[in-house]
């Protein structure tokens, strides 16, 4: 079965299948929580990562077969990576077999090579790649997750990412990730607020349930490390992210300075190659990749095979919001947890904000995914749009 068509498209859904009936109690601790960024050396734009983040729009791709079954996949950054879909890869993939993702994968790892195969081709990339992998479902009828072997676990834990720690207790999730406020640029002074932050998260979740500290990239190895010690007492299960994640020597010195912390990053690491590195130095103890940014999930199973040889876990960034991401980690056996990264009220029930039609949503803190076939979205032809 060759491929027909691949195209970039826009994703509009009707208001009536994804407008919340439920009032929310107050505002998500998304709208107006500070977070400590790799911008937050500069006043104008420190307040919060919406005033300086790009407003391009979400991506999606269809690849059609020769029998007019198609398949979808989604990214992120807009015009800039739909061009290169529309404009580059669909052109020389128009006419390959549908059924070899790999080649396919390969190929568009190899084509980008001109103008760089990480960073926007990368998302490029992921939405071509997920795509062929719903259209290889769909074809077969059976769901992506039963196409990597099936199920390796019987439900996925859950943790919840996001400062709105109350409500995802009441939501039934037992381990927790919070955005950390403060960074280099504040001093001794947020140094002592970050340490106030984490404490309250403590105190309010109690001994029993986990607890992690989304670092997003802002920090240097000396301010990690102050940090680090600082929040020992309060048993932080990883740090992430805490470095820029081009300074692979900074990574290196990190894991030298705190052998004792548990590390984690990723999510900025484009291609299966850098977390090859990561497993061949040590340097950190959980890969998190982002299947709809890194390449996909070819890349993705790459990567979750590189660390089960060199003994560390895969646990996607916001792999728990994505079909894509949920049906991959049900079936690897080096994931064994999901992120939800949580920024709508509290209140509002997750299923009614919270996913696309046909995704599954985690209920008391677990997940399984949709067994419909390819990834089990629930997404009308008539929805999708050109760019």
Not at 129 to 157: H, N, R, S, T
């Amino acid at each position: 079965m060759k491929i027909r068509e691949i195209k970039a498209m826009r994703l509009s859904v009707p208001p009536q299948a994804d407008k919340p009936r439920t009032p929310p109690r107050r505002p998500s601790w998304a709208q107006e929580a500070e977070v400590a960024n790799p911008m937050s050396r500069y006043p104008k734009v420190k307040r919060h990562r919406g005033l300086w983040l790009p407003k391009w729009e979400g991506v999606w791709c269809k690849v059609t077969a020769e029998d007019g079954t198609w398949g979808v996949g989604a990214t992120a950054h807009g015009r800039a990576v739909a061009a290169v879909i529309d404009e580059h890869l669909a052109p020389q993939l128009v006419g390959e077999d549908c059924w070899a993702t790999e080649r396919i994968a390969d190929m568009m790892f190899r084509l980008t090579k001109p103008y760089g195969s990480t960073g926007l081709a990368s998302y490029a990339i992921s939405a071509v790649d997920l795509a062929l992998w719903d259209l290889k479902g769909k074809l077969l009828g059976k769901p992506v997750y039963a196409l990597l072997g099936g199920p390796q676990k019987e439900k996925i834990f859950c943790y919840a990412t996001g400062n709105d720690v109350d409500w995802y207790q009441e939501l039934g999730f037992r381990a927790f990730k919070l955005a950390c406020p403060y960074g280099p640029a504040d001093g001794w002074d947020g140094l002592r607020k970050n340490e106030e932050f984490v404490a309250r998260a403590r105190q309010q979740i109690g001994d029993a349930c986990e607890l992690m500290l989304d670092c997003w990239m802002a920090f240097d190895v000396e301010y990690a490390v102050r940090l680090a010690e600082t929040l020992r007492p309060y048993r932080l299960k990883w740090m992430e992210e805490c470095l820029l994640p081009e300074d692979f020597d900074a990574h290196i010195a990190l894991r030298q300075r705190l052998p004792w912390q548990t590390l984690a990053t990723g999510e900025h690491w484009y291609t299966h190659v850098p977390f090859q590195w990561a497993v061949n130095h040590k340097v950190v103890d959980i890969l998190q990749p982002d299947i709809q940014w890194c390449g996909g999930l070819s890349t993705c199973v790459k990567i979750a095979h590189a660390a089960d040889a060199g003994g560390v876990s895969v646990i996607l960034h916001g792999g728990g919001n994505s079909a894509f991401g949920q049906h991959f980690s049900y079936a690897m056996a080096s994931v064994p947890w999901l992120e939800c990264f949580i920024s709508t009220a509290p209140g509002v029930p997750l299923e009614e904000v919270w996913r696309l039609p046909g995704q599954a949503t985690p209920k008391e803190g677990w997940l399984v995914p949709s067994d419909a076939p390819g990834f089990g979205l629930d997404i009308k032809e008539e929805w999708l749009a050109p760019f």
